[in-house]
């Protein structure tokens, strides 16, 4: 299993290593970017990146009866939306390509 974390730093360090920018302007755009798929999502539009994947907003039913693990207290949940993400075929032909490690 996969266990390293890239955070939102990683990313803007990754790109500032690898192009001509300053490393403010490529936190904006970074920034710009989350928060104009936020958006987007928010109206119910779907995103998609060709190569890479989709971001969407899924419909969860709502249920009448969840139960709380921790407490084991009962309650209903209303159906509400859930961000999505579906691969696009660059991106799971890569991750095909990953090497599996056997336990």
Same mark, same amino acid.
């Given at each position: 299993?996969?266990?390293?974390?890239?955070?939102?730093?990683?990313?803007?360090?990754?790109?500032?290593?690898?192009?001509?920018?300053?490393?403010?302007?490529?936190?904006?755009?970074? #920034?710009?970017?989350?928060? #104009?798929?936020?958006?987007?999502?928010?109206?119910?539009?779907?995103? #998609?990146?060709?190569?890479?994947g989709t971001f969407e907003?899924?419909?969860?039913?709502?249920?009448?009866?969840?139960?709380? =693990?921790?407490?084991?207290?009962?309650?209903?949940?209303?159906?509400?939306?859930?961000?999505?993400?579906?691969?696009?075929?660059?991106?799971?032909?890569?991750?095909?390509?990953? =090497?599996?490690? #056997?336990?």
């Amino acid at each position: 299993m996969l266990s390293k974390k890239v955070t939102k730093y990683d990313l803007v360090e990754a790109v500032y290593q690898n192009s001509k920018y300053e490393k403010g302007q490529i936190k904006e755009i970074v #920034e710009a970017f989350m928060d #104009e798929l936020k958006k987007s999502m928010s109206k119910g539009c779907a995103i #998609e990146l060709r190569g890479f994947g989709t971001f969407e907003a899924r419909l969860r039913k709502g249920r009448t009866v969840v139960r709380n =693990p921790k407490t084991g207290q009962t309650s209903s949940m209303r159906a509400h939306y859930v961000a999505a993400f579906r691969s696009g075929q660059e991106l799971k032909k890569a991750l095909s390509e990953l =090497p599996v490690q #056997e336990n």
